[in-house]
């Protein structure tokens, strides 16, 4: 069964500090990857996906995300972190053959320190 | 705005009662999905139709039910409700077929059970 570990539900950066948060991933199966942010009340935005090409995978607002099968990771990352990337991001994998739900880690909170 | 509508955007019942959350997808979207995201549960799948048809089930009780109608809309029916169904319940849709397409997040309806 597939499944997504995020490491640490809060991480705090200043503004213009690297921001890096973690996802692994187990999965039995070439997996699809995805991160997604929701700002409070409102609900989920794609920000970037795997789905087995290239292994460096831009998103939007910057943000980024490696593929390294070696690691089963998928970790996000953005250079420089803004005020408005306050927000709590879910990782989630796809790919079981007979469905394409969606199966989330637990979030992980950002907070941006000016 | 990510094209799905969901109504209504806030519900307050009281348990034992039956409420129904409607969705609406994405313009020429066929899946639509289910998730329910509470604090102690996280984000968790529950349902998937594909145009008119059930795909898939998650973690859905037997006291939930949900369709999608011809037009592809579609309801959740939440019945006998309890303290614990209080939660942030999405829809998303997608073009469906594989789990590599991203799924499209409405803004959710909140359900307040006293």
């Known amino acids: 069964a597939q499944s997504v570990t995020q490491l640490g539900s809060h991480v705090s950066v200043s503004e213009g500090a690297l921001v890096l948060l973690r996802c692994n991933y187990s999965?039995?199966?070439?997996?699809?990857l995805f991160w997604y942010v929701q700002y409070p009340n409102q609900g989920l935005q794609l920000l970037l996906k795997y789905t087995s090409a290239a292994t460096l995978v831009k998103g939007i607002n910057g943000f980024e995300a490696e593929f390294k099968k070696s690691e089963t990771s998928f970790h996000l990352t953005k250079p420089s972190a803004h005020m408005s990337d306050a927000a709590e991001y879910f990782c989630?994998?796809?790919?079981?053959?007979?469905?394409?739900?969606?199966?989330f880690g637990t979030g992980t909170r950002l907070q941006v320190f000016p | 705005d990510s094209g799905v509508t969901q109504t209504p955007k806030h519900l307050i019942t009281a348990t034992g009662q039956r409420v129904t959350l409607r969705c609406s997808p994405r313009?020429?979207?066929?899946?639509v999905y289910w998730y329910q995201q509470s604090l102690d549960q996280g984000l968790q799948f529950l349902i998937q139709?594909?145009?008119?048809?059930?795909?898939a089930k998650g973690n859905i009780l037997e006291r939930f039910s949900a369709q999608q109608f011809p037009d592809l809309h579609s309801e959740l029916n939440l019945s006998s409700l309890e303290l614990g169904d209080s939660a942030l319940y999405f829809c998303?849709?997608?073009?469906?077929?594989?789990?590599?397409?991203?799924?499209?997040f409405g803004p959710g309806t909140r359900l307040t059970v006293l």
């Open positions: 989630a994998v796809t790919g079981s053959y007979n469905t394409d739900k969606l199966i």
């Open positions: 998303a849709s997608s073009v469906g077929g594989t789990g590599a397409n991203e799924q499209f």
């Open positions: 999965s039995s199966v070439p997996p699809y």
């Open positions: 139709y594909y145009n008119g048809e059930e795909r």
């Open positions: 313009s020429g979207d066929l899946s």
